[in-house]
T-cell receptor
Framework: KAGVTQTPRYLIKTRGQQVTLSCSPISGHRSVSWYQQTPGQGLQFLFEYFSETQRNKGNFPGRFSGRQFSNSRSEMNVSTLELGDSALYLC?????????????FGQGTRLTVV | GIQVEQSPPDLILQEGANSTLRCNFSDSVNNLQWFHQNPWGQLINLFYIPSGTKQNGRLSATTVATERYSLLYISSSQTTDSGVYFCAVSANSGYSTLTFGKGTMLLVSP
C-alpha cells in the first residue's frame, strides 16, 4: 500500500513568486492536513481538508490557501512568497479526521525562498 | 488551544542505555501520536496511543489520559534511534486537529 506522496521534494523560488505543492494521500483516506515546519516555530498547522471541504485553518495569512479534489489529492498554494516562507511543508493523511484517527505523513516538500 | 510540552528538550545517551521521554498536555484528548523525524524530515509513526500501553520491539509507550501525560520508553538505544521525537495530540473538542510539541532531540553515541 503506497504511503503519502508529496511533490516536489525540493523547490527554490524567488520572493514575490507563487508556488503550488501537491499531496496524494494513502488510498482510501479522506482527510489531508498540511503543516509548516521551521526551526524557530516548530510544526505549525496550516489547514485540514476532509471530503473536499476545509475543516479547519491555522493562523496563517491569506497568502496560504489550499484545496482538495474529489480523489482526495490536495494542493496548497502560497502566493507572493516571502523569505520567511522557507520551510519544510508536511502533508498528513488519515482515514477519518485528524482529530480522532491516526495520521500518516509524507516525506515533505522543502521550499527555499531566495 | 491545547498546550503540549515535551521533556527533556535534549538528551544524549550512550548506545545501550535506556531513556524515557515525556509529553504533557493541557486538555483531554481524542488522539495522541508519537513520531520520530528522520534526517530527511519525514515523520515516522511510532505509536497511536490516546490511552493505555503499547509496545513495539525496543519501544513502548504509555498514555495516562486522566492525568494528561504520555511516556515513550526507548530501551537498549542504538545510534539509529538518534533524531527528534515528537508528541502530537488532538483535543476532544470542536474541530481540533493535531498539535505538536517542540520535540525531544535524542543523540545516541556509539
Amino acid at each position: 500500500k503506497a504511503g503519502v506522496t508529496q511533490t516536489p521534494r525540493y523547490l527554490i523560488k524567488t520572493r514575490g513568486q507563487q508556488v503550488t505543492l501537491s499531496c496524494s494521500p494513502i488510498s482510501g483516506h479522506r482527510s489531508v492536513s498540511w503543516y509548516q515546519q521551521t526551526p524557530g516555530q516548530g510544526l505549525q498547522f496550516l489547514f485540514e481538508y476532509f471530503s473536499e471541504t476545509q475543516r479547519n485553518k491555522g493562523n496563517f495569512p491569506g497568502r496560504f490557501s489550499g484545496r482538495q479534489f474529489s480523489n482526495s489529492r490536495s494542493e496548497m498554494n502560497v502566493s507572493t512568497l516571502e523569505l520567511g516562507d522557507s520551510a519544510l511543508y508536511l502533508c498528513a493523511s488519515s482515514w477519518g479526521t485528524a482529530m480522532n484517527t491516526e495520521a500518516f505523513f509524507g516525506q515533505g516538500t522543502r521550499l527555499t525562498v531566495v | 488551544g491545547i498546550q503540549v510540552e515535551q521533556s527533556p528538550p535534549d538528551l544524549i545517551l550512550q548506545e545501550g542505555a535506556n531513556s524515557t521521554l515525556r509529553c504533557n498536555f493541557s486538555d483531554s484528548v481524542n488522539n495522541l501520536q508519537w513520531f520520530h523525524q528522520n534526517p530527511w524530515g519525514q515523520l515516522i509513526n511510532l505509536f497511536y496511543i490516546p490511552s493505555g500501553t503499547k509496545q513495539n520491539g525496543r519501544l513502548s509507550a504509555t498514555t495516562v489520559a486522566t492525568e494528561r501525560y504520555s511516556l515513550l520508553y526507548i530501551s537498549s538505544s542504538q545510534t539509529t534511534d538518534s533524531g527528534v521525537y515528537f508528541c502530537a495530540v488532538s483535543a476532544n473538542s470542536g474541530y481540533s486537529t493535531l498539535t505538536f510539541g517542540k520535540g525531544t532531540m535524542l543523540l545516541v553515541s556509539p
